[in-house]
């Protein structure tokens, strides 16, 4: 049986591990960020890059949002293989498993969030065919209208949270929706 002074050191004792658990994680989470943007500053593609760190492309572009003058400056190597090392041991000692300091996404979000992103680049594509007609026909109007609507459909598209699954599906339903009506002005001659 435990006193409620054992229970206590081992709720403190918890809340302490968890924090250290946390801090390891975002110690992680920044290192990823660090290296996708220094390999994408040497010129990487997203997809080698994603290849190179064994993540996803979807993680890559989510770590190619953060601005790299807000991010903080790197930690030590040592320090992340201590601290790493620290929450392995103290795992079996804790007794429970902590869950990761931030979820990942699920599966289903992520599968949603590409099939948006690849909806909006087919409607670039289609803005793409309409800015070449204007632009052989002469019409630098009509050439910068699309221009401005290919721009601001994008900002739109990454405003919307990467967690907000059913943003996602109203997006891509719009996305495919836009693409049906163009597809008339785009196949033809």
Known sequence: MT??????????GYEQFARVQEQVEKAKQLELIHDVHEMRSRGFSTRATAEALGASKSTVSRALQVDPSRIPARASRDALDVAAALVRELTPIVGVTLPNAAPAAKPSEVVTFDVMREALTTVKGDYAVLQRRAREAGDLEERQRIINATV????????????????????TKELREMHAAMRDLTDAA
């Open 3 to 12: 006193t409620s002074s054992q229970r206590t050191h081992l709720r403190t």
């Open 152 to 171: 601001e459909l994008g900002r739109r598209v990454d405003a919307i949270d990467p967690r907000d699954q059913p943003a996602q599906l109203a997006m």
